[in-house]
């Protein structure tokens, strides 16, 4: 009986006409549905539109976000620059001398990421349009070859690599690029170099000999150097092709342009006089001779040491040692004296 009435009244409740009072708003039915959403809409600003950027000032945009102060902008522009420049043919609308300029102070960068892609977008270039700017790479190579951080001075090895693949033989024949490289391997190896005596000090400086033992992190840096070393100095002692010479060739070399870079630089015309370690030393002869009174000693110690230690860095050491016998072999009957030295011996004053 109670069931019953309870039924009816709520058949009941469904047809009364409910009371409305001032301010209050209409109770909303069991099945509403909200339809006052927005839907957020996609909008293409450029992406459609007719004056959209061309490839040029694309290319512009991206060169100059290799200066932002975000390393993953900074990364994804030199990937963009890269993949213009692995297309072919290439687009490359600034020109590399400018885009050397541009990525050059990038080879420190504190991130790995971005100089990784440095390297990639490196590679693209072409080797031709390289070689001018030999001497330019090579400092800021040295300079991150000597870095206070050791992921930095690995990643310098690999620019050096780079620029003794596109252009080796231009490396060791510009100035500056044959001595200052060689310093700061013992730098980074920890190599000793004996100076000369002089009025201010002495006795030479000498510094600690360079061990892996132990080392954790950064036991494969040690190996990996003297690689590069010997990829270095393979170039630097490589013989030159003979060519044949026919009496035409005279008259040639006279009226032909040169097809070097700075051809008569060696004269130090229009340049302040160079020091032995920015001088320019073009042939094997003369790499030769200033190798072995600065350097030679030094290196056979290093080499002496590392094949000691065995292991990855022992058989690094054995390829040094290769190069070196290889290079220097011939040495000792192709030397020549200083014109300054033992002048005048046998003289008397």
């Known amino acids: 009986m109670g069931s019953s009435a ?6 009941k409740k469904d047809f009364q006409k409910p009371k409305l009072k001032v301010g209050k708003a209409k109770p909303k039915a069991s099945n509403f549905t909200d339809t006052s959403f927005k839907s957020k809409a996609i909008v293409l600003q450029q992406q459609l539109a007719e004056n959209a950027p061309n490839p040029t000032e694309r290319f512009k945009h991206n060169l100059s976000l290799t200066t932002s102060r975000s390393d993953t902008q900074r990364r994804d522009a030199l990937s963009y620059l890269a993949g213009q420049l692995s297309t072919n043919p290439p687009t490359n609308p600034v020109g590399t001398s400018t885009l050397l300029q541009r990525l050059l102070p990038m080879m420190s960068d504190s991130s790995g990421p971005v100089r990784g892609q440095l390297l990639k977008l ?3 270039l072409p080797a031709d349009e390289v070689r001018p700017h030999v001497e330019k790479i090579m400092l800021y190579i040295r300079g991150t070859m000597t870095n206070i951080s050791q992921e930095v001075k690995d990643d310098g090895l690999n620019y050096m690599e780079w620029l003794l693949d596109v252009a080796g033989e231009d490396v060791v024949s510009s100035p500056g690029c044959w001595v200052k490289p060689l310093r700061d391997f013992m730098s980074v190896l920890g190599w000793t170099i004996t100076i000369s005596p002089t009025t201010a000090s002495k006795s030479g400086w000498t510094s600690a000999p360079r061990t892996t033992f132990g080392a954790k992190k950064y036991g494969q840096s ?9 990829k270095f100095l393979e170039m630097g002692f490589k013989p030159g092709m003979p060519t044949s010479w026919t009496p035409n060739d005279w008259f040639g070399n006279i009226s032909c342009v040169p097809r070097v870079p700075d051809p008569f630089g060696y004269l130090g ?7 032995e370690d920015g001088e320019i ?3 094997r002869e ?8 600065r350097f030679m ?7 002496d040491m590392a094949k000691k230690e065995g292991g990855t860095a022992g058989r690094a050491a054995a390829t040094l040692d290769q190069v070196l016998k290889d290079g220097m072999g011939d040495y000792e009957q192709n ?3 200083d014109d300054d030295e033992h002048l005048w011996d046998g003289y008397i004053m």
């Not at 309870?6 to 058949?11: A, G, M, R, T």
């Open 6 to 11: 309870k039924k009816k009244k709520e058949k």
């Open 122 to 124: 490196l590679r693209n």
């Open 222 to 230: 040690f190996p990996r150097q003297m690689l590069v070393l010997s």
């Open 269 to 275: 015309l229009f340049k302040p006089p160079r020091d």
């Open 281 to 283: 030393y073009r042939n």
């Open 286 to 293: 003369d790499r030769q001779d200033i190798f072995q009174k």
């Open 297 to 303: 000693a030094a290196v056979e110690a290093g080499v």
């Open 335 to 337: 030397s020549r004296h």
